[in-house]
Structures are given as C-alpha cells and as structure tokens.
C-alpha cells in the first residue's frame, strides 16, 4: 500500500479511485478532520489559528501570503509522507483548501520535486476522456507497491505517537 | 493527523446508480447494528461514527453497487455549526462546489470502472478460452452502441 | 444612537480565503463588537466558469473568481448585503488586483458600502474594529454621509492625540476656529470650541447641533451631549473632499497627524480602502516637532526651510524618530544648511508613508493632503516629487475632523 497525494487535494473521484485500487490517499480531509476535532483549538470555522501560516514557513517565506503559507501548514505534511502521486491538470472549479493558485503552484512544485513517481493527467471532458482517465490511473495504482515493509509500518507508528505528543 | 483513542470519522458515500438510491442505502444501514450518525443529503449520505464501524459500513454500501458508489472523508462532523449554511450566513461551505463538479463526472467515471471490469472478466475467461455468453455479448454491443 | 442605528448589520465576507490564514475569528470578533454580522453570498456555481470574462478580469485562483461571483451576486441583489468587506491577503498582487476591482465594481454598480482590507496572520481585531465601525458608520448613515452642503448653524470637535481642533460653521462657511494642544481631552475640548466661539461670536446655547471626532470624540460627546459621535475615517475623508472641493467621484487623502497617519482611497465622499500607520512616529508631526527644536525654529517656520533646501544632501540612513533624527544632526555637524535639514525630515516623513501606508491604497488623483503636517511647506512638495503627482492641500487642511463633523452635524439640524 503506497500513500498516493491526490491533486486536487480535496477530489472525491481521485480518493475514491486510490482508495479502491488498495492505496492511501493523502487528502485535506483528513489534515482538516485533525483540526477540527481538537478541543484544544478554538478558531473557527477550520480552527487554523495564527499559529499555523508559521508552521507554513518551512514550505514558504515570510513574504509569501499568509493565506499561502496556512494552506501549506495543511498540506506540506501531507507532501512530506508522499509516495507517489496523482496530479490532474485543468480541475473544474476549485475553492477553499484549493481556492489559490499560488498554493495549489508550490504544492504541484514540491511533490514533483520529490522524486516519487507522478502521473498526471488532464480532467476529462467526455466519456471517452473519463475512460481514458480511469484506465490510466488504475493503471498507475496498480504499478505501485501493494505491500508496506515492515520497517515503514513501525515507522508510521513512532510518528503518530510523536504527532500525538504535539 | 491526532490519532485519539476512539477515532470518530465521517465520511461521504456519494451515490451515482440507477440500482441503488440514498434511502436505500440509508435503510441498510439503518438496520446494521452499528452505532453511526446517518445524514442523507442530495447527493447520497453522510456516515459518522467511530472509525472501525464507518469503514466496515461504508465497504458493505459500496457493495451494493460497487462502481457507482463513491467514497471520500468529510473533516467536519455532519452538520457542524462552523460549516452549517444556517450559521454561516447563506452561501454553501466552500468544498460544495468542487463535489458538484465532481458528482456531474461519476456516470462516466463509473461506466469506466464497469468497462476495466468487463475487460478483466473478459480476460480471465479468454485464458480459459471459453465462449462468451450471449447475454453477456448482447450487453457489450448494447454499452457500444449507447455510446 | 435611534434604534435603526443601532441594528444589526449585514456584511457580506468577500474573501479569498481568510480562514486559512488564521485570521477568520478576529474578523468576527471585530464585527460582533460593532453589531454587524457577516454573511456569505450564494452564487451559481456554472457563473464560475464565465465570471472572468464577465467581469472582464481573467484570474488563475478559484478563491479570487468566487470572490467576483460573491461581488456580483452582492450587486444583482440575490444576496440581501447591507455592506461588503473585501479582504485579500497582504503582499498578494492577484490579491490586490482583484480586490480593488471588485471594490470599484461594487461601488459602481450598487449603493452598497463597501471596504478592503489586505491581512497577515497578525491582523488584529482592533485594526479589524475601525474598519468595521467605519463600513457600519457607512451602512447606518448612509443618508447623513451624502450631505454636501453644511447648513445651520454647526459645531464640530476632532480630539486627536496632539492637538484638538474645534470649528463654527454657519450656512457652509468656517465662522470660528480652536486649535490647541491636546493635554486632558475635554479641557482642551472645551478650550478649543471656547476659542471657536468667541472667534465665531455666537453663544454655546445658539449652536444648533455638535459632531464629534477624533481619539477621545466618546468622552468629549458625551460631555457636551453631541448629536453625532463618528470615527475618524468617515468624517475626515469628507471633511477633506469638502474642504478640496472634490466631493463627487475618486479621491485620494493622506492625513499626516500629529502621532499617526492615514491613507484613504474616497470614492464620492465616502471611504473605502484605507490604511492607518500608528507603529512609528518618524511619519507624523511629533517628528517634525523635534527637528525644528533641534534647528532652533518655530514648527510654523519649518516648511519654508525646507522649501529652499534639497534633500539630497543630507543621507538618512532611517525613517526612525530616534535614528533619524540622530542622522539629521549628524549631517548639521558635517555641515549640511539647515534648509537641507529641514527638506530631508520632509522628505522623510512623505517615503516612509510611500513605502508603509501607501502599499495597499491606489492613489487616484485628486491626492488630497491633510492633517497639521500638511501645513508645512516642505511636505506637499516632497510627496508631490515622490509621486509624480499634484498635491493639494485645501484651506484649513488640519481642521478637516472638526470641519467634517460640523457638516454631518448639520443632518440633525433639520430632523
């Protein structure tokens, strides 16, 4: 099972699609899910706090937009465990988490730059095109590894723990 | 990413099929045991509940047509007051519009699904060489035509 | 305050993303504190696809596009608005484009209110709050806000933070003027308008209706039971179209005070994007006042100096009240004319307000100059070298508070 980043980050179709071909899809909602459900934080309506365009600093300067680099809080950790990715040109109309294009740039950027294998491809506009799109990302989840080693499960464990500790 | 001891998640089962509606669907998992928050909106429903439980729920709704049942997390809980339209003053949350966009798509994303299906069926029968059923052919030349 | 003044307001959020930037709960903090309540417009979302070549401004970011729909909706009246308040973030030039259009857009093609706002993850609510107050003040008095003609016979009282000012109007002219520093708030009030009085030679109990405005305009209202208490955003920008006589379409105010200044975009007499420096006191009077001590001249005699100086010649290596000032000796010691002095603490004043308030306001002219610092020389003529623009600097330029109140006052004459 490989963790699949999804772009858009918020796509229905494309979690679905990882999801079902036996991946993990790296989304928003669940980056979103983590701030929403802690107590501890009290910043409606997504509790991103003034704290957050901070964090967003390891992915972007100071002089990038606040609402750039809180984005990027959200999304740099989920580019930070990549292992693969599905990136779809052209979206339809995208809002909110996906809303500026200046993220939705560096977060394209940073994920190509990672070296992880990357398909990408184009919205479809038609039937012919949808099936052309499913074949060529079921076609792609099925080139990656199914199976986690061992060491990455253990891994993964060590950093929720420390996740948790924060 | 906050990993509690009893992980509540929500998820969205988009329904895109001609043999199964929302309140279908809502019905079967009604009459589950699981204890799940269930919230049917226009384009299917919204599970909430402890983690274990949606994942196993939602798996068995799919099921029920695989290739036209679709799946994704939702961060907030169903009707959250953050994300409420009543509470927010009017206008829909921000993701409502892409999930628009995106539910317009799922006819074709599914008959795509139902294609790679056949075509794999299609391939495992060919390697026992055995004959294709009629009514199996008549349903391939019908989605060819329709086309 | 009647009790339609003291509604509920609604005002639509025009955002590209505010939530994600951590500032959305001090936006509403802000709004609570003065009664308002924002809403969010519907819109069709097919619009999206078109709205760019609809609206004529073509864009990359989805949050930019549903901001244009938000406006149009906002327009076209599907969304029941009383304001709007358009925000971007700051350092954003798709940002800034698309709010200023949207801004013009809205005024433009409706009667609705509308402000902007660029913010950084360390907006705080009271930088939120004058904004706010300034839309409501705009929504709530609307009616009063067009008055163009001061009629009656009216006072108006600005308290700022250096000095407080107080005017007499009667039938749209100045009939008495106060001007004295500010030491405790309401007797230097009474001070001033006891001036004014005399000056105007009417009595206290012939004045018809009294505005205030300015830092201490609560306490001062209060006391002398005025009919309009108003923040400083709205009753300046019309004080100084008034007094520039360019009370119809753009306009640009820079208000130089004593210990802050303002920049304000005005379109028909009303404000909309503004920004207020407040940070460092190198940009406003208090700076001024310790040249001249240091040049041994009255403030009055500072701008002719600076007139005949060249601020070339001195190298400021700060816009700092304390390094700078520091600079501007050292350069005396070098043997720099005083006149060079004097025109390099002009100039000084006018970048610093280039590069800080100046960021976010689009300067259309008229550019109208304002405040106490306006009166000395030096300044109009370096802000007008560093923009490549007229400046003008209207008569009675630091009385613009007392005189802009005077004129919304005079609304509660007829009532």
């Known amino acids: ?166 | 990413m906050t990993e509690t001891k009893k992980e509540e998640i929500t998820k969205y089962i988009v329904i895109s099929s001609d043999k199964v509606l929302p309140s279908d669907a809502a019905m079967k998992i009604y009459e589950s045991e699981f204890p799940v928050t269930v919230k049917e909106t226009c384009f299917g429903l919204i599970v909430s509940g402890a983690k274990d439980d949606v994942e196993t729920l939602v798996e068995k709704i799919r099921q029920l047509d695989k290739n036209h049942i679709f799946v994704k997390d939702r961060g907030f809980p169903p009707g959250d007051e953050r994300r409420c339209r009543a509470s927010r003053g009017g206008g829909p949350r921000p993701g409502f519009h892409f999930l628009r966009e995106e539910v317009e798509m799922l006819p074709a994303i599914g008959a795509a699904l139902d294609e790679l299906e056949e075509k794999e069926c299609l391939m495992e029968k060919s390697k026992t060489k055995c004959r294709l059923k009629t009514s199996d052919l008549e349903k391939v030349i019908e989605e060819e035509l329709a086309r | 305050m009647s009790a339609e003044e003291s509604s509920l307001v609604k005002i639509a959020l025009v955002s590209c993303g505010s939530e994600y930037a951590g500032v959305q709960p001090e936006f509403e903090e802000a709004a609570a504190k003065v009664n308002a309540k924002f809403i969010y417009p519907e819109i069709d979302v097919a619009s999206i696809d078109t709205i760019g070549k609809d609206f004529g401004l073509e864009v990359a970011s989805g949050d930019l596009r549903l901001m244009m729909a938000r406006a149009k909706a906002v327009v076209e009246g599907t969304t029941n608005a009383e304001g709007v308040f358009i925000t971007t973030c700051f350092r954003c030039a798709e940002g800034a484009i698309v709010r200023n259009e949207v801004r013009r857009y809205i005024h433009e093609h409706s009667n609705i209110p509308v402000i902007s706002y660029s913010f950084t993850e360390s907006t705080s609510a009271g930088t939120l709050l004058t904004r706010l107050e300034a839309l409501t003040t705009i929504v709530r008095r609307r009616h009063l806000l067009t008055r163009e003609v001061q009629t009656g016979l009216t006072a108006g009282i600005d308290s700022g933070s250096t000095t407080t000012k107080a005017v007499i109007m009667r039938d749209n002219k100045i009939i008495g003027k106060g001007w004295v520093p500010t030491t405790k708030v309401l007797e230097s009030a009474e001070e001033a308008y006891s001036i004014a009085l005399e000056e105007a030679g009417v009595a206290r109990k012939e004045i018809q209706a009294i505005g205030t405005t300015g830092y201490g305009r609560f306490l001062i209202g209060n006391h002398l039971k005025a009919q309009l208490i108003q923040e400083e955003i709205t009753v300046n920008s019309k004080g100084a179209v008034y007094l520039a006589n360019k009370q119809k379409g753009n306009a640009t105010v820079i208000d130089i005070g004593g210990m802050d200044n303002k920049a304000i975009s005005v379109q028909d007499g009303i404000p909309g994007m503004f920004t207020m420096g407040g940070i460092c006191a190198g940009a406003s009077g208090r700076f001024f006042e310790m040249i001249s001590k240091r040049l041994g001249v009255d403030i009055t005699e500072l701008g002719a100096l600076a007139v005949k100086g060249m601020h070339e010649n001195v190298s400021m290596n700060s816009y700092c009240i304390v390094f700078g000032t520091q600079s501007l000796v050292n350069s005396l010691a070098k043997g720099a004319t005083p006149e060079d002095v004097a025109a390099a603490a002009c100039y000084s004043v006018v970048e610093q307000i280039y590069e800080q308030q100046l960021q976010e306001v689009d300067v259309k002219e008229p550019l109208i100059l304002v405040g106490g610092s306006s009166l000395i020389a030096g300044v109009p003529k370096a802000l007008g070298e560093l923009l490549k623009i007229n400046v003008l600097v209207p008569e009675n330029s630091h009385m613009i508070g007392a005189v802009g109140a005077a004129l919304l006052a005079s609304g509660f004459v007829e009532e």
């Open chain 1, 1 to 166: 099972m490989a963790k699949v980043f999804i772009y858009p980050i918020n796509s229905l179709i494309l979690a679905d699609l990882v999801e079902r071909f036996g991946h993990k899809p790296l989304t928003m909602m669940s980056q979103i899910r983590g701030k929403v459900t802690s107590l501890s934080l009290d910043s409606p309506p997504i509790n991103i706090t003034p704290e957050d365009p901070k964090l967003g600093l390891k992915y972007a300067a100071i002089e990038v937009p606040a609402g750039v680099r809180g984005r990027m809080s959200l999304i740099g950790p989920l580019i930070e465990q990549t292992e693969a990715a599905i990136i779809v040109e052209n979206p339809p109309t995208d809002f909110g988490c996906v809303g500026c294009n200046r993220t939705n740039e560096l977060t394209k950027y940073l994920v190509r730059s990672k070296g992880v294998p990357v398909l990408e491809v184009k919205y479809p506009e038609s039937d012919e095109e949808a099936r052309d799109f499913v074949n060529e990302i079921v076609a792609f989840l099925e080139s990656l590894p199914k199976e986690k080693p061992e060491d990455e499960k253990v891994e993964e464990k060590e950093s929720a723990e420390k996740e948790d500790k924060k």
